[in-house]
């Protein structure tokens, strides 16, 4: 395992004991949308970045779901929440940069919050559209860097200080999205351009 | 309704905050450039703290943004402001122009927020 992936383990491991603290303020202005997007998931699943399992309840029932993250002690917390699910839930211990699935196996891909603290995103989200099917979709929940200029430069100031705890505040996700081979089928602004909704597919 | 007023207390606060701090420091007849670098670096500091310490309950990024620009404009017109020795009669008043700036700041991006919100791109629709 390189120095980066067990820098980033170690990241999300410290980062498990606090994170829930932030899903009050999430549940509430952002459940919506996570329900109307995890509405549209289909087939055999995989999510990416699962930490605590606070997402969960959004899935919709029935579904054969992979979920994945670098973090055991994420998963630790995951593990009650999975046992809910009135489906097929199973919690892996994986890198997105690094998944240990064949070529084409998923319908649907989600992420939520995921492509701000992958070091690699382009890797991560190129090894997602592998693991796809062809016509095979992935639905993201991500904030990302503003468009707008004053916005843009806070959220660079502020990435370095961020990414110490926590994750960049600057992606270019949908860039990213488009440089790792998918096509774009929708975007949404949530919160100005930087939490957005985006829905791409595997042709 | 509940998030509806914090954002604005929130966004009252630092700017009450930024306008007492940056009168605490600054002097008439200093640099105008130099209070203005002075006011925005206060500002950025207080935005910093009260969105950290608010933003697990109201949204760290629906905290974050109204915040920084009211710390970092904020900061900058108020030290211009008494660098001129054209700022607030009082401590009071001087507060008191900050909420407004804090409240004003953020219904204005409340605005922007609408105008920007909703889908942006769809290849099937």
């Known amino acids: 395992m390189t120095i980066a992936v067990e820098d980033t383990k170690r990241k999300w491991d410290g980062a498990a004991k606090s994170i829930d603290l932030l899903s009050f303020a999430d549940d509430r202005r952002f459940g919506g949308y996570k329900r109307r997007l995890f509405a549209k998931m289909y087939g055999k699943s995989l999510m990416v970045a699962t930490g605590t399992g606070n997402d969960f309840k959004y899935f919709p029932p029935g579904l054969d779901i992979d979920a994945l993250d670098i973090s055991p002690k994420m998963l630790e917390k995951a593990a009650p929440r999975a046992e809910g699910y009135p489906g097929t839930l199973t919690l892996r211990e994986m890198d997105v940069c690094n998944l240990d699935y064949p070529d084409n196996t998923f319908d649907t891909v989600l992420t939520v919050c995921t492509f701000c603290?992958?070091?690699?995103?382009?890797?991560?989200?190129?090894?997602?559209?592998?693991?796809?099917k062809p016509g095979g979709q992935i639905l993201m929940f991500e904030h990302m860097r503003s468009a707008v200029a004053?916005?843009?430069?806070?959220?660079?100031m502020m990435t370095p200080l961020s990414r110490k705890f926590g994750p960049d505040l600057n992606r270019d996700t949908v860039g990213n999205v488009l440089k790792a081979g998918f096509r774009l089928r929708r975007v949404e602004n949530v919160y100005l351009d930087i939490m957005r909704i985006i829905e791409a597919v595997k042709d | 309704m509940f998030f509806q007023i914090g954002d604005f207390l929130v966004g009252m606060a630092v700017g009450v905050l930024t306008a007492l701090a940056v009168r605490a420091v600054m002097w008439p007849g200093?640099?105008?450039?130099?209070?203005?670098?002075?006011?925005m670096g206060l500002g950025m500091i207080i935005h910093f703290v009260v969105a950290f310490a608010v933003g697990p309950l109201l949204g760290m990024f629906q905290t974050m943004m109204p915040a920084s620009v009211i710390g970092m404009y904020g900061g900058m017109f108020f030290g211009m402001r008494d660098s001129m020795d054209a700022g607030s009669a009082s401590w009071g008043a001087a507060a008191l122009v900050g909420a407004i700036f804090g409240a004003v700041v953020v219904a204005?991006?409340?605005?922007?927020?609408?105008?920007?919100?909703?889908?942006?791109?769809?290849?099937?629709?």
């Open chain 1, 117 to 132: 603290s992958v070091p690699k995103p382009v890797v991560g989200l190129s090894e997602l559209h592998r693991v796809l």
């Open chain 1, 150 to 156: 004053q916005f843009g430069v806070l959220l660079d």
């Open chain 2, 30 to 39: 200093i640099d105008m450039v130099i209070a203005m670098l002075i006011g």
């Open chain 2, 108 to 125: 204005a991006l409340k605005v922007y927020d609408r105008a920007l919100h909703g889908t942006v791109l769809d290849a099937e629709g």
